[in-house]
């Protein structure tokens, strides 16, 4: 290690690091969602290269190259597997990771780069899956894709540039792959990347906020080792979770798309934005002679906008003093997320 | 050229039946109970030690 | 308030376990990775035999190139008539051959080997002659299979 340290004074982050400590109280459960969000991440990385090998992302080759590897590639059929089921329960732990956060108020000064970073990662985490959906190619991938993609249009102004350069043209077509699978596999993931990096960094700079009110035990629990074995307990019950997911309930895939056939009946896009979805299919065609699309993607721009300002709205938690209004805006947004899917699995 | 009208069979015959599917997730299970086991350990050792 | 620390051998112990349980589980799942990356032998229809079109449609001294399976194969005919046909990859190092009509012989532009008319090697660093191919003509029309 002396070696090593005196070439690249690798002592420093690690004697650093050996110092954090992870506050104890009633609440502090909820810090494991974080590295939990983390090992899915490096899961899908893992497993989305293992596909890359096989993959071919043109219309004339995608379905066929994952059938390939589902019917042929020893193990094919458990990597998509492994890389399809992480992918829904690193939204579920991203969004669960945020939502603590959020009601632990987490956010507040002078953790506010953090929770700018970690919005930011999760919607890319929702790029990913969106940008990912599409790859197999198969008739739900094609038509999801194309309701997802023409849902920008009425935004004003720039409605028609954002369709054209989400599709690489008018219409889903090769180009609409290409440029899918380029945000998959190398943007989004340089982006996440990065944006990941910052985030961790400064949580070991900056140490886990403790909510307001609560009371600290001592002695506080050491990163290295105990919190970091902790971590990895999380990790081996999340990965037994996505083994039985992906042992049990292998990912089949569905009918090779055709641009010309009607889209299939009860077609709906993944559980994460049917609050989206089902959002558009409450609305009339106008709302106070305005087209419901163009109303409710403004409304999505002020939410995303409103979502990243939080730490600056919420004086009350930037004071340090309880801040209910928030906490009962986070739950008015659970109950939407929850009422909204349901609805979409039931009608 | 695969049909896609019998794609869906061609994939469920890389796919192995749902016996030896279950087979390989207790295998899976026993691994994963063993981690659980030697990592609470190791905690409670650690923790013994920080006076946690 | 004193606590008695465990010995200091019990917690490294553990994690000499935990770290051999983990070098035993890595093993299958290196495993599965690695028969993973392994490109799958796939079951392809493989033809015999290939109807290229009309005999006479194939002009002298110039070569003709077909997909024969997954083989590049070239056809050509001499000023005599003669249909020969040969695998248009080099036997040196793969590179696919190119026949020049000026001396009616196959060139390798990747290391200069030369095949003759019969597609014996005869210049440069190839090792053995093209592969031949057998060509037919049934009712003026054109056959090439496996020799």
Known sequence: MRWLDERTKILTPVNFLRKKEVPRHKHAFWYVFGGLALFFFGVQIVTGVLLLLYYSPTPGTAYESVEMIVASVPFGWFVRSLHSWSSNLLIAIVLIHFFSVFFLKAYRKPREAMWLTGVALLFLVLGFGFTGYLLPWDTNAYFATQIGTEIPRSIPLMGEFVVKILRGGEFIAEESLKRLFALHVVILPLLAIGLAALHVVLNQVQGSSVPIGIQRRDPPIPFFPNYLFRDFLAWTVGLFVLLCLALLFPVQLGTKADPFASAPVGIKPEWYFLPLFQTLRFMPAEIMGLNSELVVNVLVMVFTGGLFLVPFLDRNAAEGRRSPLFSVLGLAGIAYFILTISLAYLT | ?52 | MNREQPSIPRRNFLSRILAAWTGVVLLPALYVVFEYIIPPKLREKLIESLKIGKAADVVANVARMVKFNKTPVMIVKNDEGQIKAFSAVCTHLGCIVEFRSADRKFHCNCHGSVFDYDGKNVAGPAPRPLQPFRVEIKQDDLYVSNS
Do not use: H, N, Q, W
């Open chain 2, 1 to 52: 050229m695969v049909d896609s009208l019998k794609s869906t069979g061609d994939v469920l015959a890389g796919i192995p039946d749902a016996g030896t599917r279950t087979a390989a997730l207790v295998i899976c299970g026993f691994v994963m109970a063993v981690f659980v086991v030697l990592l609470y350990l190791r905690i409670k050792a650690s923790d013994e030690r920080a006076g946690l």
